[in-house]
Nanobody, 125 residues
């Protein structure tokens, strides 16, 4: 089993930045794909960013490309999401996830096996 704990959420003004962290425990995740998803009130959970185990390949939703950066520190069993130029529409609960299987796209919820509890990000206009 893998336990994931997100941190770093909060309230920020539009144009500001936040850095989310997700620490994994219970098993090393250095060989697993990791991702970030978000869910706004009344909406479905959506893909934000994903990173392969080697960190060479990263993937982003079009809505965050150029503003968000995903990274990982395998020595710390941690994945990060640096969020810059935040917009009110980025307001959501952000979840990190880990997949210990073949992940063709890393964009689908079904490709992930373990999920954190989420951290709230609120961007004021």
């Amino acid at each position: 089993q893998v336990q994931l704990v997100e941190s770093g959420g909060g309230l920020v003004e539009a144009g500001g930045s936040l850095r989310l962290s997700c620490a994994a425990s219970g098993r090393t995740v250095s060989n697993y794909g990791m991702g970030w998803f978000r869910q706004a009130p009344g909406k479905e959970r959506e893909f934000v960013a994903g990173i392969r185990w080697s960190a060479i390949f990263t993937y982003y939703a079009d809505s965050v490309k150029g503003r968000f950066t995903i990274s990982r520190d395998n020595a710390k069993n941690t994945v990060y999401l640096q969020m810059n130029s935040l917009k009110p529409e980025d307001t959501a609960v952000y979840f990190c996830a880990v997949g210990d299987r073949t992940m063709p796209t890393m964009r689908s919820l079904g490709e992930y096996d373990y999920w954190g509890q989420g951290t709230q990000v609120t961007v004021s206009s």
